[in-house]
């Protein structure tokens, strides 16, 4: 596949992008600046190259969104024509600056370019952990998946799959107003407990 990834540049979009390209995928990294983009794209193994977040976004066949949340909306408004039809996959935590559990973030961006296909993933995974899908107790860990386009999402689950997580279809895009909220908790028990951003949450299916 063609994978972009918009906010390729920084810490989850580098771990990811490094990830697919394992994988065999086409990778490009979009920026603001392509020249950086391209600097950190020639630091990763595989078919990775770099370029604008216009670049990363046309002809992608899934675009990922790693840019903060903040800027989020207004990236996505920008590149709304190149989007249509396109699975975006939304990594985006909100951290409070919406209303938690009245709106997801995925849903604030699926409103501003309803045209695009939306899966949220990601959420509940650390930066750290995305070369380390089995963790140090030999535990498959989970990607917490939220979809309404159910074949969007099955090439999403299918993707993180073939990346060695265990992806957890969590059912519609609403259930992700849930998802954002279980990231703010993830984050103080991984600092209670001295996890140093390698935590996670499991789900334990009764089988
Ligand atoms: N860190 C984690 O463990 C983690 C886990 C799950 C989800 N997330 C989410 O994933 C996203 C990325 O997190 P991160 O930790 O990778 O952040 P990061 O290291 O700060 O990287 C974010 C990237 O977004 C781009 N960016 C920054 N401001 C922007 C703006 N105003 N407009 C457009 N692009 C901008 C930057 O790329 P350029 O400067 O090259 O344009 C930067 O490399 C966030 O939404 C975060 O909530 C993070």
Redesign the pocket.
Known sequence: MKIGI??????????LAASYARRGHAIC?????AD??GT?ASGIEGEVRGGS?VDAARDSDLLV????????E??VRTLADVLADTIVVD?????GAITPGRIA?VEVHANAVPTARWVAA????????LDQPVNSAGVTRDVLVCCDDRQAGKTVMDLIASTGFHPVDCGSLENARVVDLM?PLMLELDERYHCE?ASGWNFLAAH
């Open positions: 918009l906010g390729g540049t920084g810490r989850m979009g580098r771990g990294l979009g920026s603001r600046s950086q983009a950190v977040l969104l790693a840019v903060p949340f903040g800027a989020a207004e990236t990594i985006t935590n909100p951290f973030a990601y959420k509940t995974t650390f930066w750290k952990t990231v951003c």
